[in-house]
């Protein structure tokens, strides 16, 4: 009869059971968390100064003083590599800090007042939305001049209308909930609904939001750094790095590879966890036919 | 629309194979060239920059600049300068490519269409026309210039057939006739068959406008263009050393250089002490750049016009080497020590200066300012650096504000008038309002107004080498760094004929050797 | 249904007004003088008053209202002026690289479309072990950067093989490599919103119903999900129109297509005002028509919603 | 008599936890069976097992299901699609959801007569909404039309079509007015009448299977406690089937 009832794992067994189950989820999170090492490993690890040349070493392939060789300029691609890890992703991330710090109290705002503030603030969203994001960023970049504050100034400027709708979804989806109604009616104030009620419920799937838009803020960015209007060398950031390698691809393959590779990764270890993590949120399994 | 196109191309495509299958013809041979930007504009009232490279081959200018930078007849046979009056003879036997003959009343009309245009280039007084002959007229500048002759070398000074539509016929004298049209992305000529001049080798022209650099390397290696116009020091590194690709240069001309910004405000003012700017001309390897970008065929430059032009000579200046001890100590006599972390300072203020490149584009001297970057940080100069893709951006951003030390740029005095390129960038009654910050001072003012007062060609060059002197040497308005051939990229079996200045190149004149 | 558009139009009135200020202010307000760039790439000496007479001519010299209004007057009539590069009138402008846009961009459509079904449907449909794989493609898929996957297209397809050419004449052989760029990425993407959609109608009851029944999978398929999901794969698939127009923007510039990434990326760096404007007017249009497009289809295909619109 | 259904052992699992313990029962054919317990003690999963309807998690752990002699357990898709609709059927306690809201009635019902193999799909769905008296013309509505009641007799309807031996009816009834109620079981039983189907009646409420079954199996967290007879519930030795019988009292005293 009790061998029925549920054994209660502990919460650490539970989390590896889940990672074992979800392996998107955990191969994710080791590529961040390897990227997070590589970032710190200056500190334990002497590399090649990611400027320094030596024009006599240009184009040099993978050998043992230069690991994933050199660039057009002699500078080593692997310290480069190290170097913007930092620079790119925290690009990424600090651009998705200006999105949310936007579209995190519109979402709010306009899910909670609801009504003619809420239409307003949509319109204005909408208005963004109109462009296509990409493009509405060339604009913005246009306007300000190539380098990575306009970029990250560009990008989060065509991003937050998106995150500022899905939030307010989130929001509206989370007040219709009893509890939420329950407190509502029993004269909870809006600030303490919002923070009482609504943050905790919308929390989880506002991480797999995150989780993915980084991941598309991250292919902005090193796109518009591979145009050339973003990042400026010699600052040492993926896309940057890429468009430095075009003209050399026929004769040295690992410029292009290892950069292009970085943001491959990166952009897959960003959307692995965000679609893990919806995986976990979300349990239904289909029916089978 | 695209698809009506594309089968319009098709069908004259199957006509034209069919007309030349008729008659026993020779091959025809044509010729694909690749340019970065569509310059060709339509616009009648802009017509004096219609005339650009490609359309260069279907009019003519007056005169073309010879060998030394000098005039030399093309449709003027002849021209006389004298008390403010130019007397011309024109060359006789030429007609337009509709049949209309060239003559003094052709070529008047042609020269007044210069005074219609917004920007009168060639300062000719249009009331002063007078006719003297069938072949011969006579005018004055309305400015009393005597360089009126050495501007008709620009090609935009090119002269048309006036009554017809010159955007959509350009008719001139010249050995091409215009054929079709695709704004951005081509342009293509025919061959003349009726030319006054010596006939072009090649039959058909076709310029395809590629504005990305890899794009038009890569399409020179893939064998879909045969000669690239525009040439950047990125594509000639990444250029394949197994002669799939040759390379073909004219003399030195155009010059690398930092403009320091003598007139600036805080904080871009540390420019404003010579030693400074000494220390910094000091500091620069010429000959690592030198033997690294443009196919080490670039020269460590004394100056921004090469001694070999207006017959300057070379030793007018002195130039600076590569001693980065001697910089340093230059920099500690200024008052800049060197800070702990590697960074001089000054007054508690870092030496940071901002560089600013390029004109026109960065793209024509990349990657130099990283090279730059590193050879000023080891002399305990920060550099902080501004790429600019955009002339336009680096003009009235950077440039006119005055929000940056050291302007770099990439160009040349392509004109075969001497004072052209001092006076506009050096001066403070420059006409380009940008340049204010680069001017020395009255001294150079004065020097370039005597220039170009001066009546005589040698009086001008003795006038401009005293002010070149002055500007790269004594005052160090502008830093030279290297002095760089004109260059273009051709496959194999293709010899070019190159010319200094990128719009005589006559790509009529190619040589096929296969 | 009619109403329904006119009310639908009425309501997005705002919406363009606001895209068209937009469109104008970001560009008019920018720095950069277009006149003097252009003279002295010419190499040509223009004194203070040809300079001046030239931004009259442009309207450069107006307050930003001023000239605001006066733009949108003319645009309403589809007069966005002359562009400072060319000399061209912008709509002519605009007309020239149209069509190879709208085709690559249409053409990548296509194929993401395809694509999208294609992975969607396979990973819902195939065993465990297909799926997962098929799964993490699509993942990779999404995660590759347009540009680079690009670069080595290039490498692949025109270098290593000779298959392809790099610049071509606009042809549509041309067209290949570009919209595979284009459409892979994407078609990952909306690949993954169609397997999302079909696995979470999977768990609806009526699929357990259907399934009870005895339907076979291609049948619950095609009669019972996909009126459902056709809707809001509309939505997703005009929506992914924009991404594609941002990333023809890339694509064009590797790839050299003549379309209107390569005339904007020029008009940025010429700071060609008129260009600029009338392109972001129409881009967003573009996307406007799409989305109302996208709503229609929408509505067809939800009886309820259907229903509401033709009774009110 | 024949055996139309028999479980043997059936256990299930969902992620470690045993959710059905060792459940055995048969139905024979033309008998209808009530299976009653209390909310989540694994009524549904025993249908949906029988259906071939688990999802993941869920997974069979030991036991089996014979029909016809075979054991369906071991079924390939392809032999599970035979057996549905014509062989088990099941109708859902949520009818709200069980139809496909974006088609028509008449397709979902047409679609059902193709799959029983009838020679007039369309007069067959006409004749099954007369039997479950609905009029014809819903077969032009969609789901979102019809009230609760309708889509129930609805799906009646389609069991009619089907004409499936063993039909499992998982508490049709919930959340429906007694009224409606009275109609559907009406419907339910026109249609084991007319068919001659066997039927695994599920509820919660004694009081429903009354109106449909004499004998009915009682479920307790994941076990079958007992077979008996409907009426006998009261004196049953277990506390939990005397606690169903108790309830199903008290309803029906309070009206």
């Not at chain 2, 003349?192 to 395809?208: C, H, M, Q, S, V």
């Not at chain 2, 960038?425 to 309002?433: I, N, V």
């Not at chain 4, 089996?64 to 062989?87: M, P």
């Amino acid at each position: 009869m009790n061998n029925f009832s549920a054994k209660k794992a502990n919460p650490l067994q539970k989390f590896i059971f889940n990672l074992k189950k979800h392996s998107g989820l955990s191969i994710g999170i080791i590529i961040l968390f390897a990227f997070a090492l590589i970032s710190l490993s200056p500190l334990f690890i002497t590399y090649i100064e990611p400027n320094k040349m030596d024009l006599l070493a240009r184009l040099s392939p993978p050998s043992s003083e230069h690991i994933l060789g050199t660039d057009h300029l002699g500078r080593d691609v692997l310290s480069r590599f190290v170097a913007a890890v930092p620079v790119s992703l925290g690009a990424a991330l600090f651009a998705m800090v200006v999105i949310l710090a936007i579209s995190l109290p519109w979402g709010l705002i306009a899910g909670i007042m609801g009504g003619r503030v809420d239409a307003i603030m949509m319109r204005m969203a909408d208005i963004i939305m109109a462009f296509p994001t990409l493009i509405f960023a060339l604009a913005i970049i246009g306007f300000m001049g190539a380098s990575l504050e306009a970029s990250i100034i560009g990008v989060a400027a065509a991003w937050w209308p998106s995150n500022a709708r899905m939030i307010r979804a989130l929001v509206l989806a989370a007040k219709e909930r009893e509890f939420v109604r329950a407190a509502r009616l029993a004269g909870a104030s809006d600030l303490r609904i919002v923070f009482r009620h609504i943050m905790p419920q919308i929390l989880p799937p506002l991480t797999v939001i995150i989780s993915l838009e980084t991941a598309s803020v991250l292919l902005a960015l090193s796109s518009l750094s591979f145009l050339g209007i973003g990042a400026q060398p010699p600052t040492p950031e993926w896309g940057a790095m890429l468009n430095e390698a075009r003209p050399f691809f026929n004769q040295a393959l690992h410029m292009l590879l290892v950069p292009g590779l970085a943001v491959t990764l990166a952009v897959l270890g960003l959307n692995l966890v965000g679609e893990g993590l919806r995986h976990l949120l979300d349990q239904r399994e289909p029916y089978k036919w | 629309m695209f698809k009506l196109s594309s089968a319009a191309r098709l069908v004259s495509a199957a006509f034209l194979v069919a007309s030349i299958s008729a008659p026993a013809f020779a091959a025809e041979n044509e010729l694909t060239v690749a340019f970065k930007r569509d310059r060709y504009s339509v616009d009648e009232e802009k017509f004096t920059f219609t005339v650009r490279r490609p359309a260069a081959q279907i009019v003519e200018t007056a005169v073309k600049p010879d060998a030394n930078f000098l005039p030399e007849p093309l449709l003027f046979k002849s021209w006389d300068y004298v008390d403010g009056v130019y007397s011309i003879t024109l060359r006789e036997g030429v007609s337009f490519s509709d049949g209309t003959p060239f003559n003094a009343d052709t070529a008047i009309a042609a020269l007044k269409l210069y005074d219609s245009g917004r920007s009168d280039f060639l300062q000719i007084d249009p009331e002063s026309f007078e006719k003297s002959g069938p072949f011969s007229f006579n005018f004055r500048s309305e400015v009393g210039s005597s360089l009126v002759i050495e501007n008709m070398t620009h090609r935009a000074t090119s002269l048309f057939l006036t009554g017809t539509n010159r955007a959509e016929n350009p008719i001139g004298t010249g050995p091409y006739l215009f054929e079709n049209y695709v704004p951005n992305q081509s342009l293509t000529v025919k061959r003349n068959p009726n030319y006054w001049g010596e006939a072009p080798n090649i039959d058909k022209l076709t310029f395809r406008f590629i504005g990305d650099d890899n794009a038009r390397l890569l399409a020179l290696q893939n064998g879909e263009i045969d000669i690239i116009g525009e040439v950047t020091p990125q594509m000639l590194l990444s250029m394949p050393q197994d002669g799939s690709v040759i390379l073909h240069e004219s003399r030195p001309i155009r010059y690398v250089a930092l403009l320091a910004n003598l007139n600036g405000a805080a904080p871009f003012d540390i420019m404003h002490d010579y030693k400074v700017r000494e220390a910094i001309a000091w500091s620069i390897d010429r000959e690592t750049i030198a033997s690294v970008l443009y196919a080490g065929r670039g020269i460590p430059a004394k100056g921004i016009l090469p001694g070999w032009m207006f017959n300057l000579g070379d030793n007018h200046t002195d130039g600076f080497g590569y001693d980065p001890k001697k910089a340093g100590e230059m920099l500690d006599a200024a008052g800049w020590v060197m800070g702990s972390d590697g960074i001089r300072e000054k007054d508690g203020r870092k030496m940071t200066l901002r560089l600013v490149a390029a004109y026109p584009n960065v793209s024509s001297v990349k990657p130099m300012p990283e090279m730059l970057e590193q050879m000023f940080l080891a002399v305990g100069i920060d550099i902080d650096l501004v790429e600019v893709d955009d002339s336009g951006v680096y003009s009235s951003t950077y440039l006119k504000p005055g929000e940056g030390d050291l302007f770099m740029e990439f160009a040349s005095n392509n004109n075969t008038d001497p004072t052209y390129l001092l006076n506009n960038l050096f001066t403070t009654k420059t006409p380009w309002a940008s340049y204010q910050l680069t001017a020395p001072g009255p001294h150079v003012d004065a020097m370039l107004e005597q220039a170009r007062a001066a009546q005589t060609r040698d009086e001008v060059i003795e006038k401009v080498r005293a002010a070149h002197r002055a500007i790269v040497q004594d005052d160090l308005a502008a830093i030279p760094i290297l002095l760089v051939p004109n260059f273009t990229l051709s496959r194999p079996g293709i010899s070019v004929p190159m010319s200094e200045y990128a719009d005589w190149v006559d790509f009529g004149q190619v040589t096929l050797s296969d | 249904m009619i109403k329904y558009l006119l009310i639908r139009l009425a309501s997005a009135l705002p919406t363009l007004l606001g895209m068209t200020i937009v469109a104008f202010a970001i560009v008019s307000l920018a720095p950069g003088d277009p006149i003097e760039q252009e003279l002295r790439a010419m190499g040509i000496v223009p004194t203070i008053e040809d300079l001046n007479a030239l931004r009259a001519k442009y309207g450069l010299d107006k307050p930003f209202i001023y000239r605001y209004f006066d733009w949108m007057s003319r645009a309403v009539q589809f007069d966005f002026g002359t562009s400072i590069a060319t000399g061209r009138t912008v709509i002519n402008e605009l007309k020239l690289h149209f069509p190879a846009t709208f085709i690559l961009a249409i053409s990548a459509l296509f194929g993401t479309i395809l694509i999208s079904l294609a992975l969607g449907i396979a990973a819902v449909a195939s065993n465990q072990n297909i799926a997962s794989f098929l799964r993490a493609l699509t993942v990779v898929l999404v995660s590759i950067p347009s540009f680079w996957l690009a670069l080595i297209l290039i490498y692949i397809f025109v270098f290593y093989f000779g298959w392809a050419r790099l610049v071509g004449d606009g042809s549509l052989r041309d067209l290949i490599l570009p919209v595979v760029t284009l459409s892979l990425g994407s078609g990952a993407a909306l690949g993954r919103v169609v397997y999302e959609r079909i696995r979470a109608e999977m768990c609806e009851d009526y699929v357990r119903l259907a399934i009870a029944k005895g339907v076979s999978p291609a049948k619950i398929l095609l009669r019972h999900i996909t009126p459902r999901i056709i809707g809001p794969l509309a939505t997703a698939w005009t929506n992914a129109l924009g991404a594609l127009l941002g990333g023809a923007v890339i694509v064009e510039s590797i790839f050299g297509w003549p379309g209107l990434g390569q005339l904007i990326l020029q008009a940025i760096s010429q700071r060609d005002f008129p260009i600029i404007q009338a392109y972001l007017v129409f881009m967003g249009l573009g996307f406007f028509v799409t989305s109302l497009i996208a709503d229609i289809i929408v509505i067809i295909t939800d009886p309820q919603l259907r229903r509401k619109n033709s009774h009110e | 008599m024949v055996n139309a259904l028999l479980v043997e052992g059936l256990s299930l699992h969902a992620n470690g936890q045993l959710l059905l313990n060792n459940v055995s029962f048969e139905l024979a054919l033309g008998e209808r069976k009530g299976l009653i317990g209390a909310s989540g003690c694994g009524k549904s999963l025993t249908a949906s097992a029988i259906c071939g309807l688990l999802r993941p998690p869920l997974s069979i752990a030991t036991g089996q299901i014979i029909l016809d002699g075979r054991n369906i357990l071991d079924f390939s898709k392809k032999e599970w699609r035979a057996v549905r609709g014509r062989h088990i059927f099941q109708i859902f306690q949520s009818p709200g959801t069980a139809l496909t809201l974006a088609m028509r009635i008449g397709p979902q019902l047409i679609e059902a007569a193709e799959i029983a193999g009838v020679k007039n799909p369309k007069m067959t769905a006409i004749k099954a909404l007369h039997d479950v008296e609905l009029d014809e013309n819903i077969t032009e509505f969609f789901p979102y039309q019809l009230s609760g009641g309708m889509k129930q007799r609805v799906l009646i309807a389609m069991a009619l079509i089907l004409r499936p031996r063993i039909l499992i009816a998982d508490e049709p009834t919930t959340g429906l007015d007694v009224l409606t109620e009275y109609e559907i079981l009406s419907s339910l039983n026109t249609m084991i009448e007319e068919t001659g189907a066997s039927l695994l009646f599920i509820s919660h409420d004694l009081r429903v299977v009354r109106n449909v079954a004499q004998r009915t199996l009682v479920m307790h967290e994941g076990q079958i406690l007992e077979e008996t007879q409907v009426d006998m519930l009261m004196q049953s030795s277990y506390k939990h089937s005397k606690s169903l019988a108790k309830a199903a009292a008290r309803l029906v005293h309070s009206c």
